[in-house]
């Protein structure tokens, strides 16, 4: 009887099989929900099939009128910011999501739609999940971020205005 032997070529190539099944679905799953990670950042959570399995990261209320939630899908590894507010709520509320590289940058801002009575709900687009993202909501509009590490004009630190609003913690 002969015996065939593997050696280390055939023993390299193995493992290469069995790394490449490793990590497959994890690449895998995110093509099927039509992105995955920074290809996120920018796009819609509902259309690129992000928000089937959303899970709630951080969520801050405002008694029972105002609700911020900063949402991530596992799937897609990216984030986006849920707000929602009641209907009776006297004023237009602008919500966002505030997006910053993890090595530091420029906040960018995702804002959702105008929230009032006949829109009370709103989503914003998404940002990568290995950057650091807050959500937000505020009177103001949807580029104002109501709780910046720190205010500045003319390279000077100011005084913030006052204006209602709050963000769930940096996540």
Do not use: F
């Amino acid at each position: 009887m002969h015996r065939r032997r593997w050696g280390r070529a055939g023993a390299a190539l193995a493992l290469l099989c069995l790394a490449q099944l490793m990590t497959a679905p994890s690449a895998s799953a995110g093509a099927t929900a039509g992105c995955w990670r920074a290809t996120c950042t920018g796009e819609d959570p509902y259309a690129m099939g992000c928000a089937a399995d959303a899970e709630v990261l951080h969520q801050i209320n405002v008694g029972t009128d105002i609700e911020v939630k900063l949402v991530w899908s596992p799937l897609c590894q990216a984030t986006w910011a849920k707000v929602t507010i009641d209907p009776a709520y006297p004023e237009q509320v602008y919500g966002t999501l505030w997006h910053t590289p993890t090595l530091g940058g420029v906040e960018h801002a995702y804002g959702t739609s105008v929230l009032s009575a006949g829109s009370p709900s709103g989503t914003s687009l998404m940002g990568n999940w290995k950057a650091t993202n807050k959500a937000c909501w505020n009177i103001q509009s949807d580029s104002w971020d109501p709780e910046p590490l720190v205010y500045e004009s003319d390279g000077h630190v100011v005084s913030p205005p006052l204006v209602n609003g709050s963000c769930t913690d940096w996540i």
